[in-house]
Structure formats: structure tokens, C-alpha cells
DNA sequence: AGTAGATAATCTAACTGCAAGATCATCTTT
DNA sequence: AAAGATGATCTTGCAGTTAGATTATCTACT
């Protein structure tokens, strides 16, 4: 390794990458076996606070395809931690509900995820990951909100097909 | 749509996928052509900011696998934005420079990703951007820093395998 | 009523991106 | 000079994702 430091950039892309992929790495790590992860445990969070929820309203909360929502839920239905059932007013959805062992299970998910995020943030008092929390989700929820970029604000780069032409 | 809102999560974990699903779709935009997107403008950047660095200093610096870091080079040496030159001390490695091209245009790109980062933090005033900004960056410095998570401080969820058993 | 179009879930198939392993040249250490 | 480590590259394979078609059901319009 020469010495050629490399400065720290001032880049919002370069720490939100760094920053997601540290969290992945820590998340796997923590949850091991667990079906499908990180998109496993989100999904089982998720069925737990919005009762009635159909699949495709998991998915586009969280921003997964539809066609995936479909095999990340059979993981999880035969591990035993939720169940399809149908929906109470819409016959073509499914409704999701935990299992009992899933009820279990998400409670010790969520104290283990709780730690990697203090792992994450063990740069930061407790107030400064309070404030990133707060901003970081004033953000996300703004983002979720407009699923569909309308590029009318924010056009392409006009420069750069103009110099590789 | 049925009527079950969902709450929005306290959950990081959410957060910050969220929030990078959001900044990649609107860079994708923005970058329109550039070979290999977000990632070819980082190196084009990380090229710009450290001289004389060699192609896997730069890999790890951005978090790329070394194999990956090979392609990059290629596709924005063939698009004629940066060169590969020997490396003046190691004969093995390869030093990257910028084309005059690559310059002017990474010009213009800087200027369309703090768009692109104007946009994603459109919610927040200008102070709270620059705290986001600077707490983000402490947590990814400090992540990068930390390469290997040694596993020692952060065990795998022991009820996992218990329940799923 | 009945018909046309939209929507929820699923399946198939294909594509993309990423990563592990081997290879070659070169550096470093002994 | 020999042995092991390192930078870059290539090959191969896998995982994750997406597009398209399919079926059943719902909604809206005539």
C-alpha cells in the first residue's frame, strides 16, 4: 500500500453506499440463517404493524418488485414464521399474518437489528444518531412517497452526450 | 388501494435503503450514457482527487471488488476519459489519469450530482442537509476505515437458528 | 346485466451484476 | 537466488433482479 491517502470525499453518494454496505455486511452477519435476510426481516417488521396489508402493498412499501414479493413470502411461509390467508374484501390478494413462532422471532430480530444499528453508529452520541435517524427517515419517507421520479424537475446531463458524441 | 396506511418505520435499516434506491434511480437519470453510471462517476472523481493512486487503492477505496475494477477502467478508458499509465514506482500496478475530456466532463457531473443531492434532500433546510452530510460521513469514514467487521463485538442472533431449527 | 379494462399474485425465462478462483508479472523478504 | 505476497486480468458461475405472459378477480362503463 503506497502512501497515497486518499481524502475523504464530500460526497453524499460515496457515504450513503459506504454506509448501506457496512450495514448489509453487519445485518447478515447478525441474522444468518434467516430466510432472505435483511428483506426477510423487513417483510415479517412490516406484516407486524400494518395488519391486513396486501403483498403488494409490502413490496411497493418497501421497495421491492412484485415478482420477488412472491418467493421472499414462500421462504418465509415454510420457515414457519407467517401465513397467507385470504384477503377480507379482495379475493385476488393475500393477506399475511405471523405465526406465533413469528411473533417470537421478530422480537429477537428486532433487538438484534437495534444492535448492529448502535455498531453502525458507534461513531456518533446518542443524540447525533437520534438526528441522523430523524433526518435520514424525513428523507426515506419523503423519497417513498413519489414512487415515480416525474424527471420534469431534474433533467439528464446534457454535457455528457455531448463529449462522449 | 385499500386504506391501511402503513407507519412509517423507525427502522435505519429502511431508512437508508430507501433513501439509496432514491439516489440511484435519480442519478441513473441524471447520468444518462455514462459508462457504468454512479460507479464510473466516483472513479472518475476518486481519479481526480488522489493522483498517482493505483487501480485497487481506488477498489477498495470505493468499496468495488478488484475484479469489477478492471471493466470500470475499460469502459471509461474506451469512452476516452481517463487513461492508464505505468505506475512511476510499481511496475505491476497502473496509475490513472484523466483525458482533458474526462476533466471537463467531470465537471459537469459534479455540478449534476449535487443536483441530483439537492433533490433527494429537497425536505431538509440547508443546515439540516450539512448535518446529514457531516454525520453520514462520520459513520461511512469510520465504516470504511473498518474493513473486515471482526465478528468478535457483534455475534449472529442465537434465536434464529432456535426457532427455525 | 354484461363487457372492457385494470389489478393481485404467480410463473417462466432471461439478463445483469457481482464474486470466487486461477493466472501472470512483478515486488518484497529471506 | 528462492519463496511468498501483491497488482491486474481473465474465466466461470451464481445470485439477485426484471420483463413478459397467465389466471383470477375487481371496477367502471354502456
Known amino acids: 500500500m503506497t502512501a497515497h491517502a486518499l481524502p475523504d470525499p464530500a460526497d453524499l453518494g460515496w457515504a450513503l453506499g459506504r454506509a448501506v454496505q457496512r450495514y448489509q455486511d453487519l445485518a447478515a452477519r447478525k441474522l444468518g440463517a434467516l430466510p432472505s435476510g435483511i428483506r ?3 417483510v415479517l417488521s412490516t406484516v407486524a404493524a400494518g395488519s391486513g ?11 421491492i418488485d412484485r415478482t ?3 418467493y421472499l413470502v414462500d421462504d418465509l411461509a415454510t420457515a414457519g414464521l ?5 384477503h ?3 379475493r385476488r390478494a393475500r393477506t399475511l399474518v405471523l405465526t406465533a413462532t413469528g411473533e417470537e422471532l421478530l422480537g429477537h430480530l428486532e433487538r438484534a437489528m437495534a444492535e448492529v444499528e448502535g455498531y453502525l453508529m458507534a461513531e456518533l452520541s446518542a443524540g447525533e444518531r437520534d438526528t441522523l ?6 428523507v426515506s419517507v419523503a423519497a417513498a412517497a413519489e414512487p415515480a421520479p416525474n424527471g420534469d424537475a431534474l433533467g439528464p446531463c446534457a454535457a455528457i452526450e455531448q463529449l462522449l458524441g
Not at 435517524?133 to 424525513?138: D, E, K, N, S
Request: glycine share 6%; net charge positive; aromatic share 4%.
Open 40 to 42: 426477510g426481516f423487513r
Open 53 to 63: 396489508c396486501s403483498q403488494l402493498e409490502i413490496a411497493t412499501h418497501l421497495g
Open 68 to 70: 420477488q414479493m412472491t
Open 82 to 86: 407467517l401465513e397467507r390467508q385470504p
Open 88 to 90: 377480507p374484501t379482495d
Open 133 to 138: 435517524r430523524a433526518l435520514l427517515l424525513r
